[in-house]
């Protein structure tokens, strides 16, 4: 009885650690024209065309094309970008989005 109930706890332990990690993921919003995938040095990414709009809770991302690296959590955006997050927005030409660390590196036209 006493294993079942250290199996169970267990059980729900890391199905909970599961869905906090999937809450913190980048999402992709609809909209986009067009999603192809591609790689890059050996590593697996997303590209998304015309109108992209991406979210991390809420940090939204809008730009013409975005690569996003789901196995790092991490999205390149370029052309036209745009991040709102609350009241604040910020606009450049490019920018990369960090979502583990929720930070934003942003280029040109700031």
Excluded: W
């Excluded at 909970?16 to 591609?38: F, R, T």
């Excluded at 390149?76 to 989005?97: C, D, H, K, W």
Aim: proline share 1%; with cysteine.
């Amino acid at each position: 009885m006493t294993s079942t109930k250290v199996f169970l706890s267990l059980f729900f332990f890391l199905c909970s650690c599961i869905s906090l990690l999937a809450q913190d993921q980048i999402k992709i919003e609809p909209g986009a024209g067009s999603l192809e995938g591609g790689m890059r040095n050996g590593v697996r990414f997303q590209r998304l065309l015309n109108n992209v709009h991406l979210s991390q809770k809420d940090t939204h991302l809008y730009c013409d094309s975005a690569h996003l690296y789901r196995e790092s959590n991490m999205v390149e955006v370029f052309s036209n970008v745009r991040v709102t997050q609350g009241t604040l927005t910020i606009t450049s030409a490019n920018a990369t989005y960090n979502g583990k660390t929720q930070a934003a590196n942003f280029r040109g036209n700031v």
